[in-house]
């Protein structure tokens, strides 16, 4: 955690940036921009990942960080499922639907695997020093 400057230097958060805009393309389409409470609400969680990988960090603390990682990983798990309930509704093609929930699962255990790694480690965070 020491040798990140940023949130923005941590990989899964730019993987997160990067399926976020893969939403918000998505939430362009004709369908689902007129689905309004379904457009909302995955425009939300996508962009909850990384919003909170980036709050968790500027704790500051290993804890709160650990905290924040499970936001957000619980964001990405929202997003998958409502990943489902657009494509159940005909909004995107079967391969936009795999490619995004490929996406989604790789952050979700790429985020776990950050919270395995801050459990084991004996860094308590800059505010601790």
Not at 31 to 50: P, T
Not at 70 to 97: G, V
């Amino acid at each position: 955690m020491s040798t990140w400057k940023s949130f923005y230097e941590i990989e899964v958060w730019q993987l997160a940036r990067v399926f976020c805009k893969k939403i918000y393309k998505i939430i362009q389409y004709d369908g689902l921009s007129k689905d309004y409470a379904l457009k909302d609400q995955i425009n939300r969680s996508s962009g909850s990942i990384m919003d909170n990988i980036a709050e968790g960090f500027g704790r500051d603390g290993k804890k709160e960080f650990i905290i924040f990682l499970s936001y957000a990983k619980a964001s990405s798990e929202e997003a998958a499922s409502q990943l489902y309930r657009i494509y159940d509704r005909d909004y995107i093609s079967k391969d936009e639907f795999n490619k995004l929930l490929t996406d989604s699962k790789e952050i979700t255990n790429k985020i776990g695997g950050l919270i395995a790694y801050l459990k084991k480690s004996n860094y308590k965070g800059i505010k601790f020093k």
